[in-house]
């Protein structure tokens, strides 16, 4: 991996943030999310994987293809 390229994890909205806090639902439109079964793919950085563990149950990681 060259110094231009950057570590992307793709992550999948699986399910519905109604009935959560408000601080969950911001979080799924902080990582590109809104709806189930929506994918985002963002740089792999800690703040986006902390991110990601406060919804870890909201959303999965997909693998590369």
Do not use: C, F, W
């Not at 231009?4 to 979080?27: F, K, L, M, N």
Request: avoid cysteine; glycine fraction near 8%.
């Amino acid at each position: 991996m060259t110094s231009t390229e950057q570590a992307r994890v793709t992550i999948e909205q699986t399910r519905s943030p109604i009935g959560r806090p408000a601080y969950q639902r911001a979080t799924l439109i902080g990582l590109g999310l809104n709806k189930i079964g929506r994918r985002s793919s963002l740089v792999d950085t800690p703040a986006v994987r902390g991110m990601i563990a406060k919804v870890a149950h909201l959303v999965r990681i997909v693998e590369a293809d």
